[in-house]
């Protein structure tokens, strides 16, 4: 049997159906006499809806239905909020449960951002859908509009929601605000500075998309859904949008191609194409074009921060303060709240043990796209905020970087360490992950390095980022005080088949992430069983265990953990079964490479088949031990984990044009173990190319009437193949310390540090001109400007 | 995204597609569509019918001409033109235009003709095209007829409606000629946000003989760099020359845009004309 278990870089089981195009999407998938929907969004960003006329279109060809807010009376609630910002006074549009409002279904008297739904439009074929939106008549009263977050809390700035007064749908806090300023004030060494992480536009190579279906004689309603979370999203839509038993409602997630956190949200489409579908008898699809997704799909970052670091002039920081911004967008996300405050705000003191720190972020609603996740989120906006207040402070005090941050970090025997903001650190060595990535990029001869490049025309720049990412979310009752209107547990069903094959359910749900092949290799690992015997299923709620979904790089520390310790009762019943089998004591009993034998006689042996036939005829069992081998485990985290890493950037940029060229990109991460380094590569390496978009490319950009101008990728800059180098990627490993597999969050880690790492790395070539900062993403124009000596850079 | 419906007709001949283009004031030629379609899908434009070029078989392939310069068929894909051996040696402007306009897969489907028709939306081959003083030969209603670069006051080759481009005809370049095409790109589309290509000769003595450069990005259409190639003009050629003709004041009006200000697109033009100037030069064997 080939080397298949936890560890071993197994080729991902879902990479053929992918590669060859046979994996099927919701897109892929036609139901007997389907319809299909197509959404009217809104033109204008903010705007009182005056009259919607949907007559013409309800007579063009095929047009089955037409439905606007209207049509949505007594049928359907608001879509709720279930991330509030925990222990702050929050304020919400209302929703009829008491829960937090985002919003209803279809803009009701108001559009307030463009890509806001109106009206849909079902009929028999896409086409006719798409056409006869073109037929609605909508007349709007235009409205004032607000599109930053500091500006909608000025007073005078148009209001949004009634329930909101000033935009302002949170503030909240975190650590001691008064030891903090006292520390800044006696301090030696204070470096301020104004740092802003530009909105990014999520952008998976698939687009969101739904299917609702409805069975009049069982009165069941079946979703297939982009979700990442069916499960919850199931709970939610039965229990507070569509108000039906949940027993009659069933989500299915098909393949998802890629979520970076954004089908973690729910999304007008999922109710109404089950409404229409009972309504109208036959199934109802929607799927959403790009330059839609672009429009109306969650987006990411968009944090403001005002913030103060103090030390001393020999480099100890002793305390930290952040204000930060974050804009909500027109309404609250599903569960963007938590992620722009408790994420970002706990995050901010990095890998150093800071005496003092401090963070409180407005959170406020604006006439754009709504915020939510994006990989690393408020993790990234953190580390950017720290990794680059170092660099100022390591100029202003005339330290090296590397030595500055060697001087504060948390020492391996401070661990766990309670970073004064709520994070308990389960453990780590951040010392010698900076070591090895100093060490990979030559730290010693970047002074010879940077003579040879301005020898060719370059400027080469190096830039050190270090980070800690929270992550393995996370204890239920913990959730709960951060404001979580749900658990953060996971599970797993392991069935042993009479021949021997096992069926694994779990409850998480892949976007993108292997699970079929790592989840596997966790069993094969633990009971000795070939790879090939194991099924792995999951994302159908009417077969999967309970999960509470993919975000926060959780899906393997909890959901592989409660697969590991389905794995272990497995084992145990086995060796219970075997025991009564050869009339021994169980503790003479060993279970070892998929076979059960007696210690003291090993002849006495029974193969895993043989016990899985065994226990599925029951013929000869323990005294009171029901037949069968299918176990079911709930797995609740005791922390959270922290995976951390070290990452540095060589940029060389040309002294005339100011182009900026990623020469190298060293990767230190530290994942605790690795179940598949393969898999846990390809998401370090993804992460990566995150982290370059929004330093060097990504922006959505509005313009003052709320019109996005990037709503296009001919207009939106991702990075491609050609943008990013050949990584040189390494790692330690610190074993988590909470789970038995001692596995960390993986999925988004590495996409915290490249922004500050490369942003330190352009600010460091540019350091002799005086430029200590250049607004992201730092394009090629910007860099000329600063060289140059005009605005927006920061001196 | 849905394309809106169109018909579509694939005639073998010149004149049948000429004629359908007459019958159709909708209609658009497909030659590769790697813009065409990329609008369509967007609902930019809406054509009635889309003409494919495809099946006129002599609108293909690339040969010398009789005065020793080459001729290529319009539908000639620009894969066959970087893989062909005299344009690379001969005419290297071009060649390294055809590369900056897509990737191997694009440069599979995307046409000379198709390219050159879609001047203005970022394409860089009209560039060298100008550069090379090339003539275009088209085909309408009324029969063949030639346009050449000088034409047009400097500006890229205007054309009639319903006139098919069915072959561009570079002139021989003769010995110690070079040429060179870079681009700055966009960083979202991937298309230059300016580009300049350079042709140019020496002579024995030194001094520059020809020398043609054009731009792309900073109109609807190429267009010449008259000042910087004035400026050069019969010039001896050193690094100094070049550097100083590279910073003749550019004469249109440049535009800021979402992709970089007009300032910064007049300093580019600057840098992009003496570094492909610098390359042109070397690849003739002469350091100056």
């Keep these: 049997m080939a080397q298949t278990g936890f560890g071993t870089a197994l080729k991902a089981r879902e990479a053929p159906q992918m590669l060859q195009g046979t994996a099927q999407y919701t897109a892929d998938i036609t139901l007997p006499g389907m319809l299909h929907m197509e959404i009217l969004r809104s033109h204008y960003a903010h705007a009182r809806i005056v009259h919607i006329d949907t007559r013409a279109a309800a007579e063009m060809p095929g047009v089955v239905r037409v439905m606007t807010a209207a049509d949505l009376e007594g049928k359907m609630m608001p879509l709720p909020c279930i991330w509030l910002a925990g222990g702050a006074e929050c304020h919400f549009p209302p929703h009829p449960y008491g829960v937090p409002g985002a919003g209803s279904v279809l803009a009701k008297e108001k559009v307030r951002y463009i890509g806001d739904p109106l009206a849909v439009v079902v009929a028999e074929t896409r086409s006719q859908a798409r056409d006869a939106l073109g037929a609605i008549r909508v007349e709007y009263e235009a409205l004032p509009v607000v599109i930053g977050a500091e500006q909608a809390l000025a007073e005078g700035a148009p209001q949004l929601h009634d329930e909101v007064p000033h935009n302002l749908s949170a503030h909240w806090t975190c650590g001691d605000q008064e030891a903090t300023e006292r520390a800044i004030a006696g301090a030696e060494v204070v470096v301020r500075h104004t740092l802003e992480n530009q909105r990014t536009i999520n952008s998976p190579l698939e687009p969101r998309s739904a299917i609702g279906s409805y069975d009049p004689v069982t009165e069941e309603y079946t979703l297939r859904a982009t979700t990442q979370s069916p499960h919850n999203h199931r709970f939610l839509l039965a229990e507070l949008v569509l108000g039906i038993p949940l027993n009659k409602l069933r989500v299915i997630a098909p393949t998802i191609g890629g979520s970076f956190g954004t089908k973690g949200y729910l999304y007008p489409d999922m109710p109404l194409v089950l409404l229409l579908a009972r309504e109208l008898g036959r199934p109802v699809k929607w799927v959403d074009s790009r330059n839609g997704l672009m429009r109306s799909t969650v987006q990411g970052r968009d944090q403001k921060q005002y913030a103060t670091l103090a030390g001393s002039r020999d480099g100890k920081i002793t305390a930290l303060s952040c204000t930060s911004y974050a804009n909500l967008g027109a309404y609250p996300s599903t569960i963007g709240l938590g992620v722009a405050t408790v994420l970002m705000g706990r995050s901010i003191t990095g890998v150093y043990a800071i005496e003092h720190a401090f963070c409180e972020v407005y959170t406020v609603f604006t006439n754009t796209v709504p915020l939510g996740a994006q990989r690393g989120s408020g993790r990234a906006e953190a580390t950017f905020l720290i990794e680059r207040l170092i660099d100022l402070y390591a100029a202003e005090i005339g330290m090296d970087p590397a030595e500055v941050r060697r001087k504060n970090m948390v020492r391996p025997d401070q661990f766990p360490y309670d970073n004064r903001l709520g994070w308990l650190y389960d453990s780590g060595n951040y010392q010698a992950s900076l070591d090895r990535a100093l060490e990979m990029v030559g730290y010693n001869e970047i002074g010879a390095r940077k003579a040879e490049a301005r020898r060719r025309g370059k400027r080469l720049g190096v830039g050190i980022a270090c980070f800690v990412a929270v992550c393995g979310v996370g204890p239920s009752a913990r959730m709960a005080k951060e404001g979580m209107l749900g658990g953060a547990w996971e599970s797993a069903n392991i069935r042993v088949q009479p021949s021997g094959e096992i069926s694994l359910t779990i409850g998480s749900t892949p976007t993108g992430q292997s699970h079929e092949t790592t989840f596997a290799q966790i069993v094969a690992e633990e009971l000795g069983v070939d790879i090939d015997t194991i099924q792995v299923r999951h994302s159908d709620t009417q077969q999967a265990p309970y999960g509470q979904g993919t975000y926060g790089s959780r899906s393997y520390s909890v959901g592989g953990s409660a697969v590991y310790v389905t794995t272990q009762n497995v084992k145990e019943k086995m060796r219970k079964a075997a025991a009564h089998l050869f009339a021994v004591g169980e503790e003479e009993i060993v279970y070892e490479s998929g076979k059960v034998f007696v210690r003291a006689a090993p002849e006495n042996v029974k193969t895993f088949q043989e016990m899985a036939l065994e226990l599925w005829y029951g013929w000869n069992l323990p005294a009171g031990m029901e037949p069968g081998l299918d176990f079911t485990t709930y797995f609740d985290p005791q922390n959270f984990n922290f995976p951390f890493g070290t990452h540095i950037a060589v940029v060389e940029i040309d002294e005339q044009t100011g182009q900026i060229d990623l020469v190298r990109y060293i990767a230190v991460n530290d994942v605790g173990n690795v179940g598949n380094p393969l898999v846990v590569n390809g998401q370090i390496e993804g992460s990566i190319a995150h982290g370059i978009g929004q330093a060097l490319m990504e922006e959505a950009i509005y313009d003052e009437e709320g019109q996005l101008l990037t709503d296009e990728l001919l207009a939106y800059a991702l990075p491609r193949a050609t943008d990013v180098p050949v990584y040189e990627l390494d790692r330690t490993v610190t074993p988590a310390p909470q789970n038995a597999l001692g596995v960390k969050g993986a999925g988004e880690v590495a996409s915290v540090a490249p922004a500050a790492a490369i942003c330190n790395a352009i600010c460091n070539a540019l350091s002799d001109l005086g430029i200590k900062h250049i607004e992201m993403p730092v394009t090629a124009e910007k860099v000329w400007r600063a060289m140059h000596g005009e605005a927006n850079a920061q001196r | ?288």
């Design chain 2, 1 to 288: 995204m849905m394309l809106a419906p169109f018909d579509y007709a694939a005639p073998e001949t010149l004149e049948k597609a000429v004629e359908l283009l007459q019958r159709n004031p909708e209609a658009r030629l497909l030659a590769g569509g790697q813009h065409l379609l990329t609008a369509m899908k967007l609902h930019r434009i809406t054509p009635s019918m889309l003409i494919d070029l495809g099946k006129i078989a002599a609108l293909r392939g690339i040969r010398r001409g009789s005065d020793g310069g080459m001729r290529i068929g319009a539908m000639t894909s620009l894969t066959e033109m970087v893989e062909n051996h005299d344009l690379r040696e001969a005419y290297s402007a071009l060649v390294e235009t055809a590369t900056h306009a897509g990737d191997p897969q694009m440069r599979n489907v995307s046409t000379l003709g198709g390219e050159l028709a879609s001047d203005g939306s970022g394409t860089p081959l009209p560039a060298a095209i100008l550069a090379f003083d090339a003539t275009l030969r088209v085909f309408g209603p009324e029969g063949t007829r030639t346009i050449t670069a000088s034409d047009d006051g400097g500006e890229a080759y205007k054309m009639d409606g319903v006139e098919i481009i069915t072959a561009i005809e570079l002139p021989p370049v003769g010995e110690r000629s070079g040429s060179a095409y870079e681009a700055f790109r966009d960083r979202a589309s991937g298309r230059a946000i300016c580009g300049v290509a350079a042709s140019i000769s020496i002579g024995l003595a030194g001094e520059l003989q020809r020398c043609r450069i054009a731009v792309i990005g900073t109109g609807r259409r190429a267009a010449r760099l008259t000042s910087i190639e004035e400026a050069l003009q019969g010039r001896h050629i050193t690094a100094e020359t070049i550097k100083t003709a590279s910073r003749a004041s550019y004469q249109r009006t440049l535009h800021t845009d979402r992709a970089a200000s007009a300032e910064y697109k007049a300093f580019l033009i600057g840098v992009l004309a003496e570094r492909v100037l610098r390359r042109a030069v070397a690849s003739v064997g002469y350091t100056s």
